[in-house]
């Protein structure tokens, strides 16, 4: 089964930067995987999609998050990482890995999943 790990979490100011990480495991791209994602929760809200990379590194982006963040993944497809810049007071919330052999865009349906590292920006 897909293990991920996510890291690289932390406490920010408003303006800042930050990046994430997910590490995966005990799986074959692209066998087991061939999309993954990055997804956030913040407290008292739906689990929501920032964004997207596909087997072809083409990427997908919620509106929250274009021009800010960046999603990448290195090319042994085991190290999939979040860049975020210009944080904002609403970014704050839980960021979840996600990875799953179907397409699903930024829909919460992925397979398997991180146990998420938390994001907190101060104003």
């Known amino acids: 089964q897909v293990h991920l790990v996510e890291s690289g979490g932390g406490s920010v100011q408003a303006g800042g930067s930050l990046t994430l990480s997910c590490e995966v495991s005990?799986?074959?791209?692209?066998?087991?995987?061939?999309?993954m994602a990055w997804f956030r929760q913040a407290t008292g809200k739906e689990r929501e999609g920032v964004a997207q990379?596909?087997?072809?590194?083409?990427?997908t982006y919620a509106g929250s998050a274009k021009g800010r963040f960046t999603i990448s993944r290195d090319s042994s497809k085991k190290k999939l990482t979040l860049t975020m810049s210009k944080l904002k007071p609403v970014d704050t919330a839980i960021y979840y890995c996600?990875?799953?052999?179907?397409?699903?865009?930024?829909?919460?349906?992925?397979?398997?999943w991180g146990q998420g590292t938390p994001v907190t920006v101060s104003s």
């Open positions: 005990r799986a074959t791209w692209p066998t087991d995987y061939n999309y």
């Open positions: 996600a990875a799953d052999w179907r397409g699903l865009g930024l829909s919460p349906s992925y397979a398997y």
């Open positions: 990379i596909d087997q072809y590194n083409i990427t």
